[in-house]
């Protein structure tokens, strides 16, 4: 009888356990969206990248490859075709078009995958851990597009020669139907 008694307690102290690690773990992602939240009410040209907790890193390496390259395309925009002077920033088209590629590939990703399930993920705080990196991942990679659309637009109306081709480049990715269909998700930055 006392072996029974024992393995029912260790039973109910790893379910205990277990949904502690729940709670959280969902805890530090509701402190987490919260604060992000408060970053943008404070500041909403400020735009945060997110970086996974660690351990997961290996599940998220595609989203950090995409926001890598949104954040080199708006430095390009932003800051290689500055209005002021010359900029340290080679404008290289081939190196825009793989960067669009890539932020191409990831918005497909983004539009099939469905972020607004976590009940799936309960239970498991990697997993937890994981889509709450993706959820603020696709965040950034939201913001980054409405920011990169922004830029675009002021460049094209400047019409100058050596913007023309980089512009239409990055046009054209935020004409393609998984881009724009993540740019319809939010109301903007």
Do not use: K
């Amino acid at each position: 009888m006392r072996g029974w008694a024992a393995a029912d307690v260790a039973r109910v102290r790893e379910a205990a356990d277990a949904e502690v690690a729940r709670a959280h773990a969902a805890q530090g992602e509701a402190i987490g969206r919260a604060q992000a939240a408060e970053a943008r009410a404070a500041s909403p040209q400020l735009l945060t990248i997110p970086v996974p907790p660690l351990g997961i890193r290996s599940q998220t390496r595609h989203i950090e490859n995409a926001i890598n390259a949104l954040q080199q395309i708006d430095h390009v925009l932003e800051v290689g075709m500055a209005d002021h002077g010359e900029s340290e920033v080679t404008l290289d088209v081939e190196l825009m078009r793989s960067l669009v590629w890539i932020v191409q590939e990831h918005a497909i990703y983004l539009s099939n995958e469905s972020l607004d399930e976590p009940e799936r993920f309960m239970g498991d705080p990697a997993a937890e851990a994981a889509a709450g990196y993706a959820a603020a991942a696709a965040d950034a990679f939201r913001r980054f597009l409405w920011r990169i659309r922004i830029v675009s637009e002021r460049l094209r109306s400047r019409d100058r020669v050596r913007d023309v081709e980089i512009v239409d480049v990055v046009t054209a990715m935020l004409a393609d139907p998984w881009v724009a269909d993540m740019l319809s998700r939010e109301d903007g930055p």
